[in-house]
């Protein structure tokens, strides 16, 4: 089955420096990568998602690229705020027949005032 | 329109007794799903339902059962509670294969 591993599993930055987190997956067949922003003792909510057809994808602050060849993917937050400090989640799944998705185990990004 | 919506929030069990944890979901999707989070673990599928009347089981599914009683509603149930099932469970439905995965808040479950 698929294997997501994700670096690093903690993060700190100043506020307004940008964070890089980084996540590497197995399973060639995997098309469907999701990130997801998880605030203390609230659900994991999708920031952004990029399908296997697509090298980056932005939305305002928030960028992702995948590199299919080596098989990884990674999320770019710019200018980070004081909001953007969370755990965040990336994931993989391709089009198996329980859509399952596979998660990696999480960065906790502090970003400093 | 509520998304998708677990109950209880919060429960606390002795070891050996049993308990059902509950999941709907209002926005017709096929698929849905438990998960399991522990500190340092991420998120780990216990079992999943691709569409209504199939059940099948993901990477941690000892201890637990589940039923698809329809296409909204997805149980989860522990028939002897473990400590180790200690965790919050996240209940989750998708539309299709490469769709968002939607949560719900969480049921936070301590077993004594």
């Known amino acids: 089955g698929e294997n997501v591993e994700q670096h690093p599993s903690t993060l700190s930055v100043q506020e307004g420096d940008s964070a890089v987190i980084k996540c590497t997956y197995s399973?060639?067949?995997?098309?469907?990568f999701p990130w997801y922003k998880q605030e203390l003792g609230k659900r994991p909510q999708l920031i952004i998602d990029?399908?296997?057809?697509?090298g980056e994808k932005k939305d305002q602050r928030i960028a992702v690229t995948l590199n299919k060849t080596a098989k990884h993917f990674s999320l770019h937050i710019t200018e980070t705020q004081p909001e953007d400090s969370a755990v965040y989640f990336c994931a993989a799944s391709n089009n198996n027949a329980g859509n399952m998705l596979t998660f990696g185990g999480g960065t906790r990004l502090m970003v400093k005032p | 329109n509520a998304g998708v919506t677990q109950t209880p929030k919060f429960q606390v069990l002795k070891t050996g007794q049993s308990m059902t944890l509950q999941c709907a979901q209002d926005m017709n999707h096929n698929s849905m799903y438990w998960y399991r989070q522990d500190p340092g673990m991420g998120l780990r599928l216990i079992y999943y339902s691709a569409s209504e009347g199939t059940t099948d089981k993901g990477e941690v599914p000892n201890g637990y059962n589940v039923s698809r009683l329809n296409k909204r509603e997805f149980s989860l149930r522990l028939e002897s509670a473990a400590p180790s099932q200690t965790s919050v469970y996240f209940c989750?439905?998708?539309?299709?294969?490469?769709?968002?995965?939607?949560f719900g808040n969480g049921t936070r479950l301590t077993v004594t």
């Open positions: 399973d060639s067949a995997s098309n469907y």
């Open positions: 989750a439905s998708k539309e299709a294969q490469g769709s968002p995965l939607h």
């Open positions: 990029i399908r296997s057809n697509v």
